[in-house]
């Protein structure tokens, strides 16, 4: 079973940025994806950026397209989310997530069956 560990959220001002890490352990080698999710109050969890491990494509929202990159370390068994250019609108609860289920849609929360803790993010001057 895939457990996954959060860090690298706290407070930063808008136009700052921030590094996500997700440390996984456990059994790992078949998931289908990995990725980053957010939630803010009163609103819906969204897929934020996630990759595939079969051809390693990339999925980011269009809401953060080009300020944030996803990345892996396989040695350390992390994947990591640098988020550049960070505006109010960012501010959520940030959760790693991956998924057993093959979809072409692999950014959508609802595939998505083992969650780490999630770590706080917020963007305020």
């Known amino acids: 079973q895939v457990q996954l560990v959060e860090s690298g959220g706290g407070l930063v001002q808008p136009g700052g940025s921030l590094r996500l890490s997700c440390a996984a352990s456990?059994?790992?080698?078949?998931?289908?994806?990995i990725g980053w999710f957010r939630q803010a109050p009163g609103k819906e969890r969204e897929g934020v950026s996630c990759?595939?491990?079969?051809?390693?494509?990339?999925y980011y929202a269009d809401s953060v397209k080009g300020r944030f990159t996803i990345s892996r370390d396989n040695a350390k068994n992390t994947v990591y989310l640098l988020m550049n250019s960070l505006k109010p609108e960012d501010s959520a609860l940030y959760y790693c997530?991956?998924?057993?289920?093959?979809?072409?849609?692999?950014?959508?929360?609802?595939?998505?069956?083992?969650w780490g803790q999630g770590t706080q993010v917020t963007v305020s001057s």
């Open positions: 997530a991956t998924t057993r289920y093959y979809s072409s849609s692999y950014c959508d929360p609802r595939l998505y069956d083992y």
């Open positions: 456990g059994f790992t080698l078949n998931y289908y994806a």
């Open positions: 990759i595939s491990t079969s051809d390693l494509s990339t």
